[in-house]
């Protein structure tokens, strides 16, 4: 079994400072994990994604997150807030146990980021 | 990469009445997923399939849901006898393969009045 807990629904930061968004993880397997970001009524588009091969990853706009075993954390952060990072972001495990759950994805509660000017 | 395309956008219709949903992946996909996701939740998996086999489906919520992808290339979704905790947006992703990133189309957002 595997879920995602996403630790804050909300975030809200001033534009120019750093982003926080934290996630904890919980998977039977080694996981892949993934941050999708969506913007209201829009598909959810992908922002980075870990596979094992670097604990650290880096995605799209800036944005990177640190997969962290010891603490089964998998927390994204951003330098410095623009206005266009407002928006819902998504924690993600998919299931590698093999079988018919494959690939199936998991999603965290979602935590909304508003950046103020 | 046109990216993979849902439609229609919104569906607004009378509780009981059928619905159908259609979504088109990136050519050369050969996974499709449906997901749905209700207001402030994050989206909850319903079914997927690999070519036109439908290998999951454990998690469509009731037997009113029905999925089909007959050629392994688009997948229809459709809701029977419609009710009001149906309204939410239905989703659809795809991707190379299992541990490959899945892509998202814009959802398909069903209103039941």
């Known amino acids: 079994a595997q879920s995602v807990t996403q630790l804050d629904s909300h975030v809200s930061v001033s534009e120019g400072t750093p982003v926080l968004l934290r996630c904890n993880y919980s998977s039977s397997y080694s996981p892949s994990l993934f941050w999708y970001v969506q913007h209201p009524n829009k598909g959810l588009q992908l922002l980075l994604k870990y596979t094992s091969a670097a604990t650290l990853v880096k995605g799209i706009n800036g944005f990177e997150a640190e997969f962290k075993k010891s603490e089964t954390s998998f927390h994204l952060t951003k330098p410095s807030a623009h206005m266009s990072d407002a928006a819902e972001y998504f924690c993600?495990?998919?299931?590698?146990?093999?079988?018919?759950?494959?690939?199936?994805?998991?999603f965290g509660q979602g935590t909304i980021l508003t950046v103020h000017p | 990469d046109t990216g993979v395309s849902q439609d229609p956008r919104h569906k607004i219709t009378k509780r009981g009445q059928n619905v159908t949903f259609r979504c088109d992946p990136i050519s050369e996909h050969n996974r499709l997923y449906w997901y749905r996701q209700t207001l402030g939740q994050g989206p909850e998996f319903l079914t997927y399939?690999?070519?036109?086999?439908?290998?999951?489906k454990s998690r469509l919520l009731s037997d009113r849901f029905s999925a089909e992808r007959p050629k392994g290339s688009f997948s229809t979704l459709e809701i029977q006898r419609t009710e009001q905790g149906d309204s939410a947006m239905y989703l659809c992703a795809s991707s190379f393969g299992p541990d490959q990133p899945q892509h998202f189309g814009d959802g398909t957002r069903l209103s039941i009045l």
């Open positions: 399939f690999q070519n036109e086999a439908q290998l999951e």
């Open positions: 993600v495990v998919s299931s590698n146990a093999g079988g018919t759950s494959y690939g199936k994805l998991t």
